[in-house]
């Protein structure tokens, strides 16, 4: 069943909406509802526990593990950006959002989405650092730095999102108002456009958008080639090390990997399918499965939880 479409008024109007396409079929949405659901509960519990974790163990005090709860946290946030606006939406017989609310999904959608970026390839040269240079990484990668980065990692998200949230603002829609996607992001809402400034917020998004990507994609492999270089060069002793890098390198190749695909791929109407399964894959599945990679992939993670529990059990009357 096609999606049903509200007219707008003046786009002034503080009234207007656009309406999000979904499945009509109930007993589909109960389905979709209740793992959504799933899914939400499991990000945040499992974020919670790592940023809970990084902060009682005093053996999580390192850079490492600092990046690793401000990942927990941007999982945390990103997901609440989209999935309880699609759980309400589910069994609401009009499934609208105002623009305002449109706009506002997608500038904190885009900031931290940018932002988790920007902090992986962060990760990515904690590790160079930490592997490459042992000798010097407590003056390289210390706590200034680190404070830095992560600053970086935000500023970053936010400029750039702001940017486009605020060339969004100008345009005109001239009906029938239908999103046929999830939740509001840009190149969806840039197709129901007929604003004559659409292709200069097209060329703005695949510019910052791109530039955030791109570069935080190719520090995190350079960063990758130089440990593997080393891990090479130095033989068994230095595969201890690498790996540390092997939950980080697992969750950037899914991240970068299935948002690669979604914003690449192009977006017909014949492929509606496959950009809803490529949305949910980088923006609901991966928030999801970052915290279950590293507790099953980092031993240090895995520690700290069972001395949790332990505890948790100790101290139960």
Known sequence: MSPQSLQWG???????FLL?????????EVTLCLCFSLIYLVTVLGNLLIVTLIWLDAHLHSPMYFFLGHLSFVDICYSSVTLPKI????????????????ITQIYFFLCFGGSECVLLAAMAYDR???????????????KRTCHCLVAVSWLTGSFSSLIQALLTTRLSFCGPNTIDHLFCEMPFLLKVSCSPDAPLNKAAMY??????????FLLTLTSYVHIMGAVLQKGAGMQRAFATCTSHLAV?????GAGAAAYLV?????????????????????????PIIYSL???????????????GVLQAP
């Open 207 to 216: 510019a910052l958008a791109g530039t955030i990507a791109v570069g935080s």
């Open 252 to 256: 950037v190749t899914l991240f970068f």
């Open 10 to 16: 003046n786009l002034s109007s503080p009234t207007m």
């Open 297 to 311: 992939r980092n031993s240090e993670v895995r520690v700290a939880i069972r001395k949790a529990l332990c505890r």
């Open 128 to 142: 160079y650092l930490a592997i490459c240079h042992p000798l010097h990484y407590s003056m390289l990668m210390n």
């Open 87 to 102: 759980l309400r939406d589910s069994f609401s017989p009009q499934k609208s959002i105002s623009f305002v609310g449109c």
């Open 266 to 290: 192009p977006h017909s109407s014949g492929s509606k399918e496959m950009d809803e399964v490529l949305t949910l894959l980088y923006a609901v599945v991966t928030p999801m499965l970052n």
């Open 20 to 28: 999000l396409g979904f499945s009509s079929a109930y007993r589909a």
